[in-house]
């Protein structure tokens, strides 16, 4: 563990945990689940409720502290139930526990989701007296995007607004009403979440974070590089203000989707704020997994929360709202709050040879732009000026009315094969200005030359959606003919439970583009993964959306059954194979004549599943359908029980010479049930031949019976047909009467 602030807390609370541990964990817990805390109105104008669980402690001696959980989940997916296991042993150790949703990016754009976490800690708050804990001691709890939301949750505390150049953000919104009712939070864990957003191309990852179709870029609406200063309002390293409350920072080191180096940026801003913050990281952890659940690991975030909101540790009563912020602006009295703040961005951080490619910087400042401004920059890198790229000034003037300068890092030819470089711009400190948050920033500078390496130009996956289980096809494309030996290209995928591919792909000498097979994986819920190719520095995204089977057929053989003969078989068939598990799909039947069991388990690796009907005896026949439902997709077949009926009537001897008798016999589908059966008996011809009875009765137990025919002295060969009927079928056979 690193500790950033000498504090006292951390010994503290081993102590208390030691002490109360055993009875706390004796406690029981009472769940509240779907209390709706907020709403909001869908795009189709509907109105949708926000969530939250509540799990709560019974026979507290005082108001229990409470503990917010925020779900992770790229902010487009996840759930806040059920809440983790290692969230509820809270509860045992003597707290409230809330979970809470957020709407997801596909549903509204920043700053929705901190306006509906904040929304939720107000009627939390709010309601403190109604569910019997303590309002003066709420801690947050989030990983990934969670923690993203609660370290913004966090820092963000008593601020209201903030602006950052030209874009003004309301952080609190209206969710959740309760206006006069404080959001802050008085202890924030943070496991592996995003603090820096315009920084993360900085580290090497599995995800291109400034594609638009990134995690973040969709939140934002937009690549963040393009959006800096909506990108600055969603970064929680923006808000730090040495008033902020503690922090416990958890991150794995081997982190490939959100950068290790993102805790380290807000544990140092923290740290630089006089903000007490521990930093644990957890060496060989990638994006959270099982080192996360190790029992040492989750001690510390239950001793941490003892320690700084536990019963009876003293806490500051909670502040009230204060005023908008402007970004990076410190408290009252901490710095000049009319010297602008300057920050910089690489808005195009891609940029190649000969120049076509150029990449892009942009420089803004806050305040007023009524008088120009100038300040200074400093340009390094791995790339030389005038060499690899046209030199940039030393000095950059804001023009009155202006509130951003961009500048262009226009690429020179240099004909010397070299690896990827870099353009780092900074801006200089200066008396007359806050050079921040956001003072460096820099832009990748591409070699292009020959003989012989090509630039990876495009990945493509096609199609872009497919049922788990089914394969789609990438090609990569290089700018030039490959050389003598090929390109060998990289790839990888960012989730390889989903979909995965070849370690490399070679383009053949001679060739600009390659094929290769992505294999897709059956899953239980839809994912989406992120295809990654690699050439000389240079790395291209596409996404594969892998989907969850859905229920595409039911059919019924055969549909139509003698009652207590015979049994239909259902067959249910899924548009893509089963996940490990396989899939449960429910049945239903609305035929009381039929049998059928509630579900049927599609195996794993499998497309389909039967199941057997079994069916009584009717005295009419019974119509119903059989549903089967998975998913939210449901798909009927219509089942038909009939009495039984004829299977075969047969004559002996056929032909005959008249005048003779003839035996006819009748045979049912089965045994004829209780009360038997009766068959009714005709002739086309009487006169030629004709039944010695109109009926019989196949008594109950039996399947056939026998009956007499006359026939008549004939001068000539003729023709009588004999049809037997019984329950709506019907067998009949041409009988010939010989002279």
């Known amino acids: 563990m690193q500790h950033h602030q000498p504090w006292k807390w951390f010994a503290l609370s081993l102590v208390l945990l030691s002490l109360s541990s055993t009875a706390l964990r004796a406690q029981t817990c009472q769940l509240q689940s779907g209390l709706i805390y907020g709403t ?13 669980d509540l799990l709560l402690p019974t026979g507290a001696a005082s108001p229990p502290p409470l503990v917010i959980w925020i779900h992770g989940g790229g902010w487009r997916t996840g759930s806040r139930a059920p809440m983790p296991t290692r969230v509820t042993d809270l509860c045992a150790h003597g707290y409230t526990v809330a979970s809470v ?75 959740g009403g309760n206006a006069g009712v404080s959001s802050r939070v008085q202890a924030v864990v943070d496991w592996y979440g995003a603090t820096d957003f315009l920084q993360m191309h900085f580290y090497p990852t599995t995800v291109n974070h400034d594609s638009s179709t990134s995690d973040e870029g969709r939140l934002i609406g937009g690549p963040v590089q393009d ?110 709050p009319a010297r602008p703040f300057v920050s910089v961005s690489a808005t195009d951080r891609d940029a190649s040879e000969p120049g076509t490619n150029k990449g892009a910087f942009l420089i803004w400042r806050t305040g007023s732009t009524a008088n120009p401004l100038t300040v200074d920059v400093t340009v390094s890198g791995t790339a030389d000026s005038l060499t690899d790229y046209a030199a940039i000034p030393s000095t950059l ?30 801006v200089e400190p200066d008396p007359a200005i806050h050079a921040g948050p956001y003072a460096g920033s820099r832009v990748l500078l591409t070699d292009d030359d020959v003989p012989g390496l090509p630039v990876l130009l495009s990945l493509a996956v096609a199609p872009g959606s497919v049922t788990g289980g089914t394969n789609a096809t990438g090609t990569v494309t290089i700018d030039r003919a490959a050389p003598a030996g090929g390109a ?39 994912a989406t ?68 069991p509630a579900s049927v388990t599609v195996a794993a690796g499998s497309s389909s599943a039967t199941f057997s009907i079994s069916t009584t005896t009717v005295s009419a026949a019974q119509s119903g359908a059989v549903t089967a439902s998975f998913g939210g997709v449901t798909r009927s077949a219509t089942l038909t029980v009939r009495p039984v009926g004829l299977l075969t009537l047969a004559l002996a001897p056929n032909p005959v010479v008249g005048p003779g008798s003839v035996t006819g016999t009748v045979t049912l589908e089965c045994t004829a049930p209780a009360g038997g059966v009766a068959v009714a008996l005709s002739s086309s011809a009487a006169a030629i031949a004709s039944p010695g009875v109109t009926s019989l009765t196949i008594p109950a137990g039996s399947s056939s019976g026998t009956f007499p025919i006359s026939t008549a002295d004939v001068t000539v060969e003729s023709y009588a047909t004999i049809k037997a009927t019984a329950n709506g079928t019907s067998k009949s056979v041409k009988l010939t009467v010989k002279p």
């Open 488 to 526: 060998v290209v990289s790839l990888g995928t960012s989730n390889s439970a989903a979909a995965t591919v070849p370690a490399s792909v070679t383009v053949a000498a001679g060739a600009t583009s390659a094929t290769f097979t992505v294999t897709s994986k059956p899953v239980a819920a839809a």
């Open 397 to 426: 003037t804001f023009p009155a009315g202006a509130d951003r300068v961009a500048v262009s890092i226009d690429p020179l030819e240099d004909f010397v094969t070299e690896e990827t470089e870099d353009v780092h711009l900074a």
């Open 529 to 596: 993964v992120q295809v990654t190719a690699s050439y000389r520095g240079v790395g291209r995204t596409a996404s594969l959306t892998v989907q969850a089977p859905v229920l595409s057929a039911l059919t019924l053989t055969p549909s139509s059954v003698a009652g207590g003969c015979a049994a239909s078989t259902g067959k249910i068939t899924l548009s893509g194979k089963a996940p490990t598990g396989g899939l449960v799909v429910s049945l239903t039947n609305a035929n009381p004549a039929a049998t059928l």
């Open 101 to 175: 949703d957020y709407r997801f990016s596909n549903v509204a754009l920043w700053p929705a989701q901190i306006q509906d976490v904040k929304g939720a800690v107000r009627w939390l708050r709010a309601h403190a007296s109604t569910y019997g804990f303590d309002p003066g001691r709420f801690g947050a709890w989030g990983e990934s995007a969670g923690g993203h939301l609660a370290t913004i949750l966090g820092t963000s505390g008593g601020v209201p607004s903030i602006t950052v150049g030209n874009v003004t953000v309301d952080l609190e919104g209206t969710t």
């Open 227 to 336: 959006n800096p200063e909506k990108t600055a309002t969603a970064n929680a390293i923006t808000y730090v203000t040495p008033d902020d409350p503690p922090f416990l920072v958890m991150h794995g080191t081997l982190d490939k989707t959100n950068p290790f180096n993102q805790s380290e940026l807000l544990v140092d801003a923290l740290a630089g704020s006089g903000v007490p913050v521990d930093f644990v990281p957890v060496q060989g952890a990638g994006h959270g997994g099982s080192q996360f659940a190790a029992s040492s690991l989750l001690q510390t975030v239950y001793a941490f929360f003892d320690a700084t909101i536990g019963t009876g540790v003293p806490v500051a009563p909670v502040a009230a709202m204060g005023s908008p912020a402007t970004a990076g602006v410190p408290p009252a009295g901490a710095a000049d």
């Open 40 to 52: 909001y109105v869908d795009s189709a104008g509907q109105t949708q409720n926000l969530l939250l």
